[in-house]
């Protein structure tokens, strides 16, 4: 079975400051991580994935998330957010099985 | 590819009426997924399909929700009859067989039954 939690519904941050996101997964098998955002009105787009390899992967607008294995944890981080970041976000991990299973999302604002 | 294509984008019914939700893979993926969000319940996955074949539809909500996929390139999910609760927005989403690689999500269609 797998599973995801994503810690806090909402974060709120201001325009230049970090932007952290918490994810944490459970799998009985190798993860495949995923992070998606979603924008107003549209479908959920892939901001970056972990498969194998290095733990730091690096995604779209400045987003990257680090895999630590001990802690089963995926936290997408931005060093400075900007306002087209607000958004939604979800983790997501990705059995063998072909299903992904999503976590509630975050929903990211941005102040000026 | 143009991406997962979705039709609607918007529909309107009263309570009552049968709703048919379209959706085009896109070509090559192996995955089919169908998606229902709304704010109190978020993402839900309603059913999936693995080369047209129905692999999991312990998310669909009742038998007034089905889904098929006659061939690799098109999906449908009905409901009938419509309920005022079925209002949400409805995702499709695609993907090749290997669970390193991600869904490709359509634009989504807005389901409003009155």
């Known amino acids: 079975a797998q599973s995801v939690t994503q810690l806090g519904s909402h974060v709120s941050v201001s325009e230049g400051a970090l932007v952290l996101l918490r994810c944490n997964y459970s799998s009985s098998v190798p993860p495949y991580l995923f992070w998606y955002v979603q924008y107003p009105n549209q479908g959920l787009q892939l901001l970056l994935k972990y498969t194998t390899g290095a733990t730091l992967v690096k995604g779209i607008n400045g987003f990257e998330a680090e895999f630590k294995k001990s802690e089963t944890s995926f936290h997408l981080t931005k060093p400075s957010a900007h306002m087209s970041d607000a958004a939604e976000y979800f983790c997501a991990v990705r059995g063998n099985a072909g299903k992904s299973t999503f976590g509630d999302g975050t929903t990211l604002t941005v102040k000026p | 590819d143009a991406g997962v294509i979705q039709s609607p984008r918007h529909e309107v019914t009263e309570m009552g009426q049968e709703v048919t939700l379209r959706c085009k893979p896109i070509?090559?993926?192996?995955?089919l997924f169908w998606y229902r969000q709304t704010m109190m319940r978020g993402l839900e996955l309603l059913i999936y399909f693995n080369n047209n074949v129905p692999i999991d539809d312990s998310g669909m909500p009742e038998d007034r929700f089905s889904a098929k996929m006659p061939n690799a390139s098109f999906s449908t999910l009905k409901i009938q009859p419509s309920e005022p609760r079925d209002s949400a927005v409805y995702f499709c989403a695609s993907s090749f067989r290997a669970p390193n690689t991600e869904a490709f999500f359509g634009q989504g269609t807005r389901l409003t039954v009155v």
């Open positions: 070509s090559g993926h192996d995955y």
